[in-house]
């Protein structure tokens, strides 16, 4: 199929074909939010739980049009004026990080199937898959147009999905923080998109890095604005400090499994759009960029350790705020490899992928068996995880794999090499003091993950009750919970066992 536009006499074709195989992934997911809405209208209340097994369904369905795709060559939506620039890419960073993204709505719908009685279960699905959508087709787009709009297609729904429960006044105040927060974002991040577009008259990213080459001296500023500006708001989709203030209210809000989605999604659209600009885009400003992403992944990785240490114990819903500081602590690692880029090669990005695949299976792990623990202790303490491995000992056995993987201690050797892989990254690109700092807080990382692998096989103190009292008659754990816990643990001993499967992307450029 083509898609015809200017023919008269003399213009340049605009004739355009589509790579429909191309473009597959993030087509189905909005194909099946749209079904999954539509058949809201006509599903009794009895059957509602078979919309959530068709979004898991639409979601393998995307995932597995990847692998025809695997090859990493195809593009569509070409200029045909000689320029050969795209506005999507189908490489093999795109294939990853698309891999990540429907992997991670996967088993956030997992987590959410036989959950979501209380929630409008067509508009849950719908919203969930429409964001997967947009999350995919971020990290193929290659122009500022396409960039933009999948980062608000992924966004929006989210902002709903946070806010979703009916009558919580929590959930409420979350999803209106986050809303203000990324609007205020997003705004700064459109100036800075329209500043380079004035300066190189072209919204497509390799076009862009051509042309900012060779700036006149009188727009010199306006591109060096535009470059910072657009950086700032994909600074905050990553939720690099001091971006990140709207992390531990939002994720505490949300429903568990969107909060999951939110620490391993999110941050994936935010990395992906934050490397796609930086790398593709503004090459020629790495001396802009690189020193700026540098200061924001130590700050970051600080300030989310150092406030990780200070969640207390019996607080209420401190399990989930430690996860939310944690994930604001691991952007700043994941910051690490794309600040090195400015100052050696693109290969460096292979480390932020490497460890962003790491950390996406290890965090929805721990999210999927605070979602267990939640079912009994709504109030999801850290306190209410000590003694698990007296009733739940693989939950526990389970729960203690993904908190050493984070740490980057063994029996979970990928977070251990994930980790070695990025703090290479900052030595060959000759940024020590990074390291160093990097270094620092690993240390004090260990700290809050080992207090909390540790409470999991201690029995509880005397006169409290334990972590995992005994369920009530009758009440049982979905078995997608259960398959969403399997799913991630056999993931993260497979790395760990063969860790050679994603770190081979550290080695390699991948566009």
């Given amino acids: 199929m083509t898609v015809a536009a200017d023919s008269a006499p003399g213009a340049a074709s605009l004739v355009q074909s589509v790579d429909w195989l191309a473009i597959a992934p993030p087509v189905i997911a909005a194909s099946v939010a749209l079904i999954v809405l539509v058949a809201d209208l006509f599903v009794g209340e009895r059957h509602k739980p078979l919309l959530g097994y068709g979004a898991v369904a639409g979601l393998v369905a995307a995932l597995a049009t990847l692998v025809p795709l695997r090859a990493g060559d195809r593009s569509t939506f070409c200029l045909t004026d000689g320029s050969q620039a795209c506005s999507y890419t189908a490489d093999h960073f795109a294939l990853v990080i698309q891999a990540l993204v429907l992997g991670g709505a996967l088993l956030t719908a997992l987590l959410s199937v036989g959950d979501t ?18 999350a995919a ?69 390799t076009e862009i890095a051509a042309r900012l080459d060779d700036v006149p001296g009188r727009f010199s500023t306006l591109a060096e604005a535009g470059v910072v500006l657009t950086l700032v708001g994909f600074a905050f989709k990553t939720a690099a400090a001091p971006f990140h203030f709207w992390v531990p209210d939002t994720y505490v809000g949300a429903p568990l499994p969107i909060a999951a989605y939110l620490s391993v999604v999110g941050k994936a659209v935010g990395f992906s759009g934050l490397v796609l600009v930086t ?41 989930v705020r430690l996860l939310a500081w944690s994930s604001v602590g691991q952007a700043g690692y994941l910051l690490v ?34 979602a267990l623990v939640a079912r009994t202790h709504p109030g999801n303490r850290l306190s209410d995880y000590r003694g698990l491995h007296a009733t739940r000992p693989l939950a526990a056995l389970a729960m203690g794999f993904f908190l ?16 070695v892989t990025v703090f290479s990254a900052a030595v060959d690109a000759g940024l020590g003091w990074l390291a160093v700092v990097m270094a620092v807080n690993v240390v004090i990382a260990l700290y809050y993950y080992l207090r909390w692998t540790a ?22 754990v979905p078995a997608p919970l259960t398959l969403a816990i399997v799913l991630t643990a056999v993931a993260g001993i497979a790395l760990s066992g063969a860790p050679q499967l994603i770190l081979r992307f550290a080695a390699v450029s991948l566009f």
């Avoid at 946070?162 to 705004?187: M, N, P, Q, W």
């Avoid at 460096?348 to 790491?358: E, K, P, R, W």
């Avoid at 050493?404 to 980790?419: M, N």
């Fill in 117 to 134: 009685r209380k929630l409008p279960a067509g508009e849950f699905w719908f919203l969930l898959l429409a964001s997967a959508a947009g």
């Fill in 137 to 205: 087709l971020l990290p193929a787009a290659r122009d500022l147009a396409t960039l933009v709009v999948a980062l608000e297609v992924a966004s929006l729904p989210a902002f709903a999905l946070v806010g979703i429960k009916r009558g919580d006044r929590r959930s409420s105040e979350a999803a209106l923080k986050f809303f203000l927060s990324s609007v205020v974002a997003t705004a700064v991040m459109l100036l800075g998109v329209s500043f380079v577009y004035a300066t190189t008259g072209t919204m497509h990213l």
């Fill in 279 to 319: 790398v593709i885009g503004f090459p020629s400003y790495a001396d802009v960029w690189g020193p700026a992403l540098a200061v924001l992944a130590a700050l970051t990785m600080t300030v989310g350790n150092v406030a990780a240490l200070r969640q207390t114990a019996t607080r209420a819903r401190s399990a």
């Fill in 337 to 370: 490899p794309i600040a090195a880029a400015a100052y050696s090669s693109d290969e460096q990005i292979g480390s932020t992928v490497a460890y962003a695949l790491m950390y996406a299976v290890v965090n929805l792990g721990a999210f999927a068996v605070a």
């Fill in 404 to 419: 050493l993987c984070l740490a980057g201690l063994p029996p979970g050797v990928i977070g251990l090499f994930a980790k």
């Fill in 455 to 476: 409470a999991l096989f201690t029995a509880p103190e005397a006169g409290t009750q334990p972590g995992t009292a005994p369920q009530a008659p009758g009440h049982r």
